[in-house]
Every structure is written in structure tokens, then in C-alpha cells.
């Protein structure tokens, strides 16, 4: 069935009798963008939807972590690096200070975007005696990296500002919450790559709920829909792996021992959402003289709306998959790519990112 095309698969979904309107949440950005701009959606019966949940890593960054690489880069004499998608993120500042990481730059901090662990190794050797933090936001594979990075060892003056998440307790928090609305779970192909898709069982043997692993490519997660369609028809929900070429049971094991030797799970902050228990990365004891939090401290002070999404933004509503990107009222209007108010807008995994980029521009609400 690997073979099977797109074409076949929407014919033998569309074959299915439901015995009721069926809804589909991803969590993940790729997901989303390859569901989107093949028009996976509108191709499907309309009593299927498949709604974008917790999949973008830069979305959820915690709004103080933003903060604080912002006030770093302006106020201490470091090099501040982070993958490029953050650098646009809004915080939440008075109107006369800068509220991103490029604002800041324009101000004079020296920030630069790289596009790999690597990329702020070799920063970091290129300048030994000043400082270079590093701002790590992601999901288990970008955090797996960064990881082997301080496994094998970086520059002294290489720092981690760590703001990296693992992506079920999202997705376990909403199930624990009995305000899930979606009916089956199309589970992240990449993340179970590296971590096995034995994660994704909770979704199955806690919440009695179906569930696929599947790939990037249309006709992976067309196989995907099909399968979860299938469970709930038959009333018989199973963990089903429709991405078998690249995961496999128990994962990436050399990546999963990297990530187990240099971090601990922690309770963690999700911008807009709050605390998730066990869904944040933390540097273990032996690397706690590379967090920037500790060479760095910062200040205690007063700020208004800290941790809060930007005035107007549902994308916290975006990210737990309560709505969709149209039908929060500032979305094509007040909030683009070229002057986005929210994080979903500014990060290529953002949902409303990737609808807007797909010709979506108006809001469905009036
Ligand atoms: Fe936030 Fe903009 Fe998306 Fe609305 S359209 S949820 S303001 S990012």
C-alpha cells in the first residue's frame, strides 16, 4: 500500500461511511503546510475536517523567554543567535521599545539568524572571548541537535538559552482536559522518528481514540486519514505507523541518548497557554554552566501583559486546535506576514503563516 496514490486514497476515503462528522487534529507544522497547499481539505467529504493543533514550536515560546533574549542582545555585549523564524516573533513592549529580535538588531544588538547547531559553534570559535547565546526554540528534533552539540562538546563561550519543548504532553494535556475537539489524531512523523512512536500510544490506550504516525507527503497522510477513519469506524482504535520508511520502533536510539545524557523533562511554559507538566526541556546539572539564565540573570521587574499573547491574537486557540487560523477577527486584516501581530503569523510553521501563504486571506468572521 506504500505505492498507493493520492488519487486512490481520496477514492477509498470517500468510500468510508461514517457514522458521524469526523474530526482530525495534526500537530505539526510540516503537516499542516503539506495538508494546505495540496488541498488535502478541500478534497476531502465534508464531514471530515483536519484542524492544525500544537505544531509549531515558535508559536509557543514563552513570551518572557522572548523578552529576555530581546533585553539580552540589547544589554549585554554578547553575539545572540537563533534559528531565523524567531527573529520576528512580536513580544510584548511598550510601543517605543523594540518588540522583536530583528527590531532589536536594527537597534544596534548584534543578533544573528543561523539555520544550524553548527552555524553557532562555529560563531562562537570565531570570536573565543566574547559571548554567544545561543536561543533554542523547538520541538524534540531540533532539541535532539542541540543536544548531541553539547554532548561533543562547544566553545566556553557558547551559552544555551533554552526555551525547547516536547510536543505529546500538548496534545495529553487537551485529551486530560475532556475539551479535545477532535476525534482521532494524525501524530508527527518527524518527532516519532526520533523519539519511536510508542509516545503516541497515551492516544490510544488512555483516551480510546484513533491514531496514525504519518509522513509529510500527501499520500502519507491521506494513509494516515484513512486508517484513523477506519478505527472509528470499527470501533477498534489502534497506533497505526503510515510513515514506516523512516520511523521505527523505539526511535532514533543514539538521538534519544543524547537528549536523555544532556537534559531533564521539566513542567514548561507554553506562550498563551500556560504550564504543561513534563513538556520542556532543561539543561542537566554537568552543562548548567552554559545556560545563559545563570551568567545572565534577569532583573525582576514589572511588565504588562508578560507571557501573554499580543492584544487581539487567538493564537493560543490556533495552537490547541479550538479554532481555525480564519476565525480569529485580526487574521488577513490587522495580522499578515509583513505585519503580523501573533507568532502563528510569523513562524513558517505557524498555521496562520501557512494558510495566508496558501491564498486564504480573508477571515471567516465578519
Ligand atoms: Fe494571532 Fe494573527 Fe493568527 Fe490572529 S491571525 S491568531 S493575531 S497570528
Redesign the pocket.
Known sequence: MSQTSAKTWLALIRELELPRPVKLMNVCGGHERSITFSGIRGALPPDIEIIPGPGCPVCICPEEDLHEAIRLSLEEDIVLVAFGDMLRVPANVPKNEPRSLEQARAAGADIRPIASPQEAVAIARADPDKPVVFFVAGFETTTAPVAAMLAEGVPDNLLILLAARLTWPAVAMLLDSGEAAFDALIAPGHVATVMGPEEWSFVVDKHRMPAAVAGFTPESLLAATYSVLRQTIEGKPFLDNCYPELVRPGGNATAKRWLSEVMEVVPANWRGIGVIADSGFALRPAWQHLDARGVFPAPVEERRRAGQ??P????A??VLGKIY?DQ?R???R??TPRN??????VSDE?A?RIWWSSGLREPRVA
Open positions: 499573547m499580543p487581539g491574537c487567538d493564537c486557540g490556533v487560523p480569529c485580526l487574521y488577513g490587522a495580522c503580523p501581530i501573533g507568532p502563528c503569523m505557524g496562520c
